[in-house]
């Protein structure tokens, strides 16, 4: 059905895969540098998922996320960074050097070791493993594995974890998922181009909301949902992000655009993902003990 | 001293008063508008610090904040707000109407009631009184109180709450304290353009760090180090308040530049207070139990 | 050797062509809506350029175009323009309307007319014509025939008109030359998001500069030397226009990057194309009076 | 009738004066620093204008602007420029050096003769004299010389120029004119930060339209209406000024806004004058000859 597809499966099955980290697995030890990438993010996929067609909802709960290995990696690129001049934010200053970081990792403490550079400072960093790419075929374009956008791709999303479900709009027929770019934990806005880079064993669970058009990718677990937008600058990011969640809850309860955006200004909450990749990506997200039910008396 | 403040205190002093709402207090009830509104936050003070001297820091611990009253209100305001066209980011369509929220407020609760207008749903929201307004005067132009920048002024920062510090740079002779703006609950990015707004009774202490320079507001409490960044676009905003935390890291710890931007990639947070204001503000932070001891052996 | 294209040409090969307008010639008449459009910017193309390898420069040379037929069209669509509410800058007013206007051209005197919807206002407009779209294959995404990114494409730039030379980097063998869009006039910022947009006959000559890799397009004529950036904000695209144009002097020079940042910043000339695409679009300039003679002697 | 006024001056007075230099006039010869600066833009006023009132309009025609001297500077400063590293866009790349560049002028020949620093090439340039500040007392703030706004100041335009009226708001009374910093030359965006600076010999006529109310500076002369809008990012100060451009349209001839924002889309310019200083400056403005007649049967 898909000849550049790994698999296809059927709603409700469960994909049980391993990732490469973003660099491809090829920054290994003291002396690798970043000549040795062949490409970011190499992904697995495509994954057909039979049944989803142009105008439904890919979901995708995230059952299992396992840092793959005990270490992580993570570099400064010269024009790369939201706190260094960059390929799309270019100055004439001398560029920052090209640096990286080796972090062991023990997956019985589910805690990463930062060791600095330039002094003996070490401090342990507890892991919020997840996926830093998920995402679907796009539209119209193709996008590179770098690029956050409509179909998911690149979000860098902390949110792409375990406990949660993600929800993406199908744009061809298959939905063709794909999945990488393992984080075993990341800051708000990764603001130094990377998280802590990691090959990861990942079980995800799919199936398709039928005749459920959506324009961006969203986030729902017991409590919250959540809304994402990709784009620059950030204020146009949260621009989307809080326009789709007040749609979504319009949507969903009838609670008129005015008042879900009031309710907003006093219990929304705002998580800026990422501020490096080609489009910067912010969540907006509520807490549901704050919504009105919803219509179909269906329970949050 | 000063023939223009309020008061003089000595360092170590504890100021003990009330404010207005941000609308003066005088929309009340339904049917009043915001054409009554003579001046948006109006501010209490200034306070004359003595022994502040420019190129000094300016202390403000805040000890107890009390929402003075049972009710908050809260206003759409053709203009003005994230989702909505403004005077600054102006746009042919239709402005959004002018609407007003009151929400009832149980202090034993610690609680305000959404209710909807177009509806008939109501949920509780819990309080987290801060002050909207809190700064010193500026360098060198003056500021309206809408405005935040790098003397403080509206930044409409949750941070400004009870245990927690802020750190001003001191512009002139006496710092001249100032307050107002008290918010019983605001959610991220303010995003309609108001918090719930209310009338707040405040104690604060201020003392002065003497021979300090900063450059722009900064908070702290026992968990956290906290910087602020205020301009637009966010981007710029978040790049100031990132930049300020790292050269307070590498100034009390002495942790490299490139290693602190590397471990904020990890473990730094992002809190976009407000995407309003002429200013929109940005505060990044880190938790101290991932920082190296303080230069001079003092805890941090 | 592309199974895609409408044709190979040659080096120096001549192409002689017509292109749709960017509705693809379906609205024609008052009544006609946008709803008819069956995608927008349908280009001619690919063209395959033999020789032309990854790493070469393409050049473009525009040698004639004519407006093919006698009115052109141009639509206010919601969701679209510089100054209103946008998909990617979406709010919560009112959308503006849809509407359409209808220009009569002259090409005997090189005019259109504009004529008021709203009052019996009408003008007369000259024409500049020019191609909206023309571009190659990019390099690694593909990209929809609305965003304007390296490869050129949506540019929207009147610099894209006879007597000027294009210049694009090849990614792909072949080039994959395209173009499409034709604009009789347009003016700065495209703000209303389209021009006056027409069907266009045009003939190009293009040729291969071998082993010269450049970043970004670039235009030159007689008298100029253009650098293409295309991003958001255009603060961004501004860099990256400028950027460039200091790399082009200085390597073509040996003028210092510092001192052609100077020079720039007396006699530089910006021209925002365009403010309404996915990518916003500038172009810097400097005449060629105040360049260096260029290394190898060959006159600029 | 104001205390801190350099003179008075009634309705259709002339005022000649000289201005320093944005440095004061200190920088004069090789070895000169910035650090020998105490303030930029030292500004000569206010004049305070009889019969001004707020509500009403500021009228300046720009008679006469002589380079007082034989000799332009121009600086590049770490922290301030469009393609460097400053102070609202701070990254930890290694900041620019300060490097200072003289420029003779000729005033008989009407040039001034770029000599590169880090090369024996040198180019002529030929001068448009113009006030990088010009403006009145703003409305609520006080802001420093740096700074361009809705009052004007520091808007770098070279629409300050000879043959041109400038038309500001008045915010109180008198107005309080004031003007200064001196540009020989200055290319689009002003992008290393500084003009071709010079002192200047000024003669300006003032006057008052009574009763009129406008929102931000505006320009005009025999050919061209010009609408400033001044903010970040420039596509904010786009929207401004295009949206101003449109009200005044809309307001002298009746021209429906939409109709205004279609005819703009055809035949409006863009002019960006600084991406340096803390707002960024666009002028968006139309050809006399493309616009319907004013209401009031007044030429335009």
């Given amino acids: 059905m898909c000849s550049v597809c790994v698999a296809t499966v059927k709603r409700g099955d469960i994909i049980d895969t391993r990732t490469f980290d973003c660099f491809g697995n090829v920054v290994q030890k003291p002396g ?8 970011d993010n190499p992904l697995i996929g495509p994954f057909y998922v039979e049944g989803a067609e142009p105008g439904d909802t890919l979901v995708v709960k995230i059952l299992e996320l396992t840092v793959d290995g005990n270490q992580g990696v993570a570099a400064l690129t010269p024009g790369f960074g939201a706190l260094n001049t960059t390929y799309y934010t270019p100055m004439l200053n001398a560029p920052v050097p090209e640096k990286i970081w080796f972090y062991p990792i023990d997956r019985a403490r589910n805690e990463a070791t930062f060791n600095a550079l330039d002094s003996k400072f070490s401090t342990k960093i507890p892991l919020h493993p997840f996926l830093g790419c998920l ?13 956050p956008a409509e179909h998911g791709g690149n979000m860098d999303a902390p949110e792409a974890s375990v406990g ?22 990341m800051g708000d806005g990764e603001i ?5 880079e990691v090959p990861m064993r ?24 959540m809304a994402l937008g990709a784009y620059r600058p950030l204020d146009d990011a949260l621009r989307i992000a809080f326009t789709e969640l007040i749609g ?27 501020m490096v990749d080609p489009n910067y990506v912010v969540i907006a997200s509520i807490d549901k003990k704050f919504l009105p039910p919803r ?4 329970p949050w």
């Fill in 32 to 39: 690798d540098t970043l000549a040795k990438v062949k490409g």
């Fill in 135 to 147: 995402g679907v075929a796009p539209a119209l374009e193709s996008r590179s594995s770098i690029t």
């Fill in 164 to 185: 949660n479900t993600a929800y993406f709009p199908v744009n061809v027929r298959g939905a063709l998922l794909f999945l990488g770019d393992g984080h075993a934990q």
């Fill in 192 to 196: 130094a181009g990377t998280a802590i």
């Fill in 202 to 225: 990942a079980r995800l669970q799919v199936s398709v909301i039928k005749g459920q058009k959506i324009a961006w990718p969203r986030f729902e677990n017991s409590r919250e949902i």
């Fill in 248 to 274: 979504w809850i319009h949507a969903e309860t009838g609670l008129s655009e005015l008042d879900a955006y009031q309710l907003l200004s006093q219990v929304g909450k705002v998580h800026v993902t990422e």
């Fill in 295 to 298: 219509k179909n008396h269906k």
